[in-house]
Every structure is written in structure tokens, then in C-alpha cells.
């Protein structure tokens, strides 16, 4: 059986993770959750990630675009999905995202997320 492509999910708040975990699994993804916080980016332990889920509003910590930077070294092959509350995808994101989704809809998530990895 294939394996599932892993999404990394990366959000300021830990209900959000959840939540957004819950919606790829049950999609048939594989959720890695990664909280932002006080102190950066505590990247998992996965070798490979397919895709990224990205909230824009980070909270006071780190904005999208210096969490942009940070996976896009670590993971320079996944394609970034960008999740907001906004009506478009903000211009300086431009650079590192390869889509946007506004929150709401998780069939259009789910959607994206599938036209973005294998």
C-alpha cells in the first residue's frame, strides 16, 4: 500500500492544528502538525514532507514570510498552501506560496491540497 503524502500544518494556535489535522487525515493525508511559538519553529521529525498548510496570521512571534523561509530550507520541494481569513493571497507571500485557500471551506482545501502533491 502507498504510503500517504504527509502535509506539514503550521499554525500559532494548537485547536487550529487539531482541527486541521483532523480535516487532511480524514482526507487520507498524513498530518504533521507544527506549532509556532515563542522561540521559532520546532520542525518534526520527518524526513520527507509532500506539502505544506500554512496559516498567514502567525501570531506575534513570526510572520508567513520568515516561516516561509524556514521550511523552504528545510523543505525545499514542498509546495506551500496558504490558509487565511483574507479575501486574497497578501503580496508578500507571493515569493514562497503555491496556493491559497481562504478558511471555511474544506473541500476546497482538501482540493488544493491534492492538486499539490503526488
Known sequence: MPEKPSILIVDDDPLHLQLYGMIVEK?????LPMLVAYGGLKFPEADQVDA?????RLGPYMTAVDASRQ???RYPA??????SDLYDAPADTAPFIHGFVRKGSPEKLIAALR????
Open 27 to 31: 482526507a487520507g493525508f498524513r498530518g
Open 115 to 118: 492538486a499539490l502533491t503526488p
Open 71 to 73: 521550511i523552504k530550507e
Open 52 to 56: 505544506v498548510l500554512m496559516d498567514y
Open 78 to 83: 514542498a509546495p506551500v498552501l496558504l490558509l
